[in-house]
């Protein structure tokens, strides 16, 4: 065994800092809120955080390669309605499509992962191809997927109509249980594990922390980066659909709001997770951390009984040093 | 005197040729590099002094040292008399030297005038309110073109000039901070004829006014046109000052490259074999970039390619790698006509280029040993269709990091940890993965202790021992003659000659880098 000295503690302890900071995070809340450990609130973080890591993954993998994602939040929102319409009961009042078949769940799933492709697929296009920058790119794709999820839901002359009255075997994506772990968290764990091998076992991952790296570097190198970037930005989107899928399916309805600044949320979580903005650095575990911060800070802040509007400001405090702190670490190396 | 602070000090009837700038034993040092070394430069009042030697003989340093970018470990500047001290280029241009860089870097989106007078626009009061004083602007920025004979509207946009039309901004911009002092790098490096002539009719103006013109040039009939004397550097010492007059081409060239081939190279024991490259007529589809450069390169030669900078040799071989456009030209590999479009090609037609910025387009810094090697070549390492097989890339990454003696603690640290000399040995490992045929290395050895460069040697020797084709930018001339079989050179764009490397002289090859127009010359006859 390695003997633990002080030098090494300390690379350990400023290797894994978010970790340390996300346990202390934890120790904190716990002690001064006894509920915190129970099996519900945890239970609870580990589904909200689910959608929140999904997203995530999509945005993280897309800051990567030096791009953003800012459509992230809107797009699963999208999805979400997309899959809910294709899901409401026969005898629900206000039905969107009243003379619908019966479909079977897959129908939904599919019609929303495509959605979700062909908006990272416009965005990866209009990066790689057109040179847009990433942030005017998925600014756009984000105000029209706005626009799309509008009209979609829109039932003139009554205007935007909530999509409810979803059926069981549908809400139980959300809501149920795969034995003992419920079906959400099993479904995040297999969509972190998907990045996991993507982004460390796979071509494409070496590929995107190369772009994301040294553009030029893996240009020279022959890495064919415009299809990296469109392929990238393409998971992002099945990302947000996933996520979409299981908001429709966790509240049993969707609304064209759905979504809205879970994108914000996600690039939030990313860079504490110690994604670069900057490009070329980021991990799964990493993600994974960032999100658990953001939802063990919520669900503790708000079980003290610390106003939401001091939350804001926490968390945006929390954002800004992180990513201050991170550009430091990079300057250092220099 | 009691003209100090005088604006127009410098032009008002100077006692001619006296000392007017004197540089003493300056010294400057980067990590592992003494790159000036006690260079002392006397330039007299209201003279043209032109700068020579080779590349990285210490010309730039020595300039910059003298506007304030770099700070000298030792010596002393004395201006007018007076030692000075310059903390940055603010302090420079408060005393009256000035510098056009090679590279020009105008703000495009805005107006010529705004770009002469940026940091310091005119303005007038309105009690606490500060309101640009565009028609002063104006005014001054005419004044200063009549002056100078610069046909120029002050109110045209940069973004619309011509070069010639931004460096003619540039000198009025440096006239107009009142200096005694203008230093031009290259400042004819992308000129034609006619502007070559116009900037020398407004350096002949400054002159007569009593400016001193430190003039960077690598042009020898440009130096012997224009310059009143000559100071040569080489290796980051001075050679000496010398009258134009008394100079001639051969001499600047003899005491520009005047040093033995002391570095010591390895024993080559490669035999060229058959012919894989061929190239004819190969023109750039860029402006002022390299025209109809043809050779051949044979199986196990290393072909070095020599100039200066500014020769376009980069451009050259980053055009065969498919980064850059052509427009006319046929490129033959293992006797097949071949396009190459982008590197991804290249690479199937077995090549593999080593570029000049290691940095900017070579290493991935925040990736390990491992993923740096394998980035070029993950195709090859795929098990089944989407997975990598991490043991065979570890196994090939080790072989190859060991026969090259990469110094690592591990293949998983991170690459910016090393040494420059073992970053670029793991790029040549990332390029051996794909198992070339050609392998363009463009200055392979630069920012490379001298060690490791024997080590680099090494191992080019031993590629093109084994069969590998080399080809070799190089602005090093022991380098160029101690590891080549033969050797192009360039000069401005243009093939002017390819010589033996067995029968060149440094002498020989810095004359086709200098002037390809004694070369047509030699082979008209």
Not at chain 1, 267 to 286: D, R
Not at chain 2, 161 to 175: D, G, H, N, P
Not at chain 2, 329 to 358: F, V, Y
């Amino acid at each position: 065994m390695t003997k633990l000295t002080t030098a090494r503690m300390k690379e350990l302890a400023s290797k894994h800092a978010i970790v340390l900071v996300l346990a202390g995070l934890v120790l904190f809340t716990g002690l001064f809120e006894s509920s915190f450990f129970s099996t519900d609130n945890l239970g609870n973080i580990l589904r909200i955080s689910s959608i929140r890591i999904i997203i995530a993954l999509g945005v993280g993998g897309v800051l990567i390669t030096r791009g953003t994602d800012l459509s992230a939040g809107h797009t699963a929102g999208l999805c979400a309605c997309i899959a809910a319409s294709l899901m409401q009961r026969a005898d629900y009042a206000t039905k969107m499509f009243p003379h619908l078949p019966y479909l079977p769940v897959v129908v939904a799933i599919a019609a929303a992962l495509a959605v979700g492709l062909l908006v990272g697929l416009f965005n990866g296009l209009v990066v790689a191809f057109l040179r847009v920058p990433p942030f005017i790119t998925t600014l756009g794709t984000m105000v029209i997927v706005m626009g799309v999820a509008g009209l979609y839901v829109d039932r003139p002359p009554q205007g935007a109509i909530p999509i409810g009255g979803l059926r069981d075997d549908f809400t139980s994506l959300g809501t149920g249980s795969w034995g003992p772990f419920p079906t959400v968290i099993v479904i995040a764990a297999m969509m972190i594990f998907l990045y996991w091998l993507m982004l460390n076992w796979m071509r494409l991952g070496k590929n995107t922390y190369a772009i994301g790296g040294n553009p030029e570097a893996a240009k020279v190198s022959g890495v064919n980066v415009s299809w990296n970037l469109v392929i990238v930005y393409m998971l992002g989107g099945v990302s947000y659909a996933v996520a979409g899928v299981l908001l429709a399916a966790r509240s049993g309805g969707a609304t064209n709001n759905y979504g809205n600044m879970y994108e914000l949320d996600a690039i939030a979580a990313a860079v504490i997770g110690g994604v670069s903005t900057a490009g070329g650095i980021g991990t799964v575990s990493g993600m994974l951390t960032g999100v658990l911060i953001f939802q063990v800070m919520d669900n503790g802040l708000s079980s003290l009984g610390v106003s939401p509007y001091w939350q804001l400001i926490a968390k945006g405090i929390i954002i800004i040093s992180a990513v201050a702190i991170d550009i430091r670490k990079y300057n250092s190396r220099k | 005197m009691n003209d100090e602070g005088s604006p127009y000090r410098a032009n008002q009837a100077p006692e001619a040729h006296s000392s007017l700038l004197e540089m003493r034993g300056i010294s400057k040092s980067f990590p592992g590099v003494k790159a000036l070394d006690q260079v002392s430069l006397n330039v007299r009042r209201g003279s043209v002094h032109a700068l020579m030697g080779e590349n990285g003989a210490g010309k730039s340093t020595l300039m910059k040292c003298l506007f304030g970018i770099y700070h000298p470990d030792g010596g002393e500047i004395v201006l007018d008399g007076k030692p000075i001290t310059l903390r940055d280029t603010r302090q420079a241009l408060d005393h009256g030297i000035a510098m056009i860089h090679q590279e020009l870097h105008p703000i495009p989106h805005r107006s010529v005038m705004e770009n002469i007078w940026l940091g310091r626009y005119p303005v007038r009061n309105f009690g606490l309110v500060k309101i640009i004083d565009r028609k002063k602007m104006l005014r001054d920025t005419q004044a200063l073109f009549a002056d100078l004979r610069i046909d120029l509207d002050p109110e045209a946009w940069v973004f619309d000039l011509s070069v010639s039309k931004i460096q003619s901004m540039e000198i009025a911009k440096a006239v107009s901070y009142r200096s005694k002092v203008i230093i031009m790098d290259e400042p004819t490096s992308s000129l034609t004829g006619r502007e070559v002539e116009h900037l020398f009719g407004i350096i002949r103006k400054l002159r007569t006014e009593g400016v001193a013109i430190i003039y960077i040039s690598h042009k020898m009939e440009e130096i012997l046109a224009i310059a009143d004397d000559v100071t040569i550097m080489r290796d980051g010492k001075l050679v000496g000052t010398y009258p134009a007059a008394e100079l001639t081409t051969g001499l600047i060239i003899n005491r520009m490259v005047g040093r033995d081939l002391t570095s010591r190279f390895p024993v080559k024991a490669n035999v060229p074999g058959e012919t894989v490259l061929r190239v004819e007529g190969l023109t750039s589809s860029e402006h002022m970039s390299f025209s109809d450069v043809s050779f051949e390169l044979r199986k196990g030669e290393i072909l070095g390619i020599g100039g200066l900078v500014g020769a376009k040799r980069s451009e050259l071989v980053e055009s065969l790698f498919g980064l850059r456009g052509i427009k006319t030209g046929r490129i033959w590999i293992r006797g097949k006509q071949i396009a190459i479009s982008n590197p991804i090609e290249a690479k199937k037609a077995r090549l593999a280029l080593l570029t000049e910025d290691r940095r900017g387009t070579g290493i991935f810094p925040a990736l390990s040993v491992f993923d740096n090697t394998l980035i070029a070549n993950l195709g090859h390492y795929l098990r089944g269709l989407v997975f990598l097989d991490r043991a065979r890339g570890v196994a090939d990454v080790k072989r190859n990091i060991e026969m090259l003696r990469v110094k690592t603690p591990s293949q998983h640290t991170f690459i910016e940890n090393l040494s420059g000399g073992n970053q670029q040995k793991v790029i040549v490992a990332r390029w051996l993965l794909t198992d070339p045929d050609i392998l363009i290395l463009d200055e392979p050895t630069r920012g490379i202790d001298v060690g490791a460069k024997f080590e680099i040697y090494a191992i080019i020797a031993d590629l093109a021992k084994r069969g590998k084709s080399i080809i070799m930018i190089s602005s090093e001339m022991p380098e160029l003659l101690g590891m080549s079989d033969r050797i192009l050179v360039m000069c401005e764009g243009r093939m002017t000659g390819i010589v033996d490397a067995k029968e060149a002289t440094q002498e020989r090859i810095m004359t086709l880098a200098t002037q390809f127009k004694l070369q047509a010359q030699a082979q008209a006859q």
